[in-house]
């Protein structure tokens, strides 16, 4: 590869590292600002990222964003490569201690994948292997991400999401939503009470990048005929703890 050819891949990439870091689209101005090159260099960077779907726009946005094939290459090195087994470790002290499935998600694009889950008996017929998407606004981590994004790509993301019921208490009201998501953030914990699966509880808490973004949430998950949400939530110092540990792992 000639050094030019290898600047301009340096420079494609820079932009996707970009997109990815920001927490939400950005136009090409934003971009330009970010990289420091000049507007006419990188609208043809974005263009042939375009054309390999690389980055993507809705229809008549001028906001740029990682396509569903970037951000699912994220997902499939973050459960394969680097600290993922260090993250395997610390979930399962986690269900060691605790005695219950946990499990490591984040959002992707409109769903939440998990990155890892360590299972205990009573959940394998679940069949939620590392690599499964499930709904944000029924699921306890979904709801916790929800709450800690920018209030913008919140609101958007929401407007868009099919709130389909998938069990008796599924949140299928926009506004209901909306509040839940507020006492969601304001607590820093996501609960799930039969919303998803009928029979299964959930509590959740963000790993942390800093003070205010999360870039993932560990969740324990039990049967509602043996365990209550008041004893899931006693587990919040094991769980906060595990997710602190796990936020390094994120910044290596």
């Known amino acids: ?41 990188v609208h043809r960077i974005l263009k042939q990222l375009e054309a390999a779907w690389l980055v993507t726009r809705e229809a008549g946005s001028r906001h740029y964003e990682p396509s569903s094939r970037v951000r699912a290459m994220a997902v499939n090195a973050l459960m394969h490569l680097g600290p993922a087994a260090a993250r395997h470790a610390v979930l399962q002290q986690l269900v060691d201690k605790l005695g219950e499935t946990c499990n490591l998600s984040m959002l992707s694009g409109d769903d939440l994948v998990y990155l890892d889950r360590v299972e205990t008996d009573w ?34 993301l929401i407007a868009h999401l099919p709130l389909r019921p998938r069990a008796e208490n599924t949140i299928t009201d926009l506004e209901d939503l909306r509040h839940e998501l ?71």
């Open 123 to 156: 959940s394998r017929h679940l069949k939620l292997s590392p690599g499964s998407r499930v709904p944000l606004h029924c699921t306890a981590s979904g709801k916790l991400l929800l709450a800690f994004l920018p209030r913008a790509r919140r609101e958007k």
């Open 1 to 41: 590869m000639s050094n030019q050819s290898n600047a301009a891949a340096v420079r494609a990439f820079r932009i996707l590292e970009i997109l990815s870091a920001s927490g939400a689209p950005m136009t090409l101005a934003e971009i330009v600002a970010a990289i420091g090159l000049p507007k006419q260099t």
């Open 182 to 252: 507020v006492e969601t953030r304001k607590r820093r914990v996501g609960t799930n009470n039969e919303e998803h699966v009928p029979g299964m509880i959930a509590v959740a808490v963000p790993v942390m990048l800093d003070r205010n973004r999360a870039c993932a949430a560990i969740a324990v998950q039990a049967s509602a005929q043996h365990c209550t949400l008041e004893t899931l939530m006693t587990f919040l110092p094991e769980l906060r703890h595990a997710a602190e540990t796990m936020a390094a792992t994120f910044n290596e």
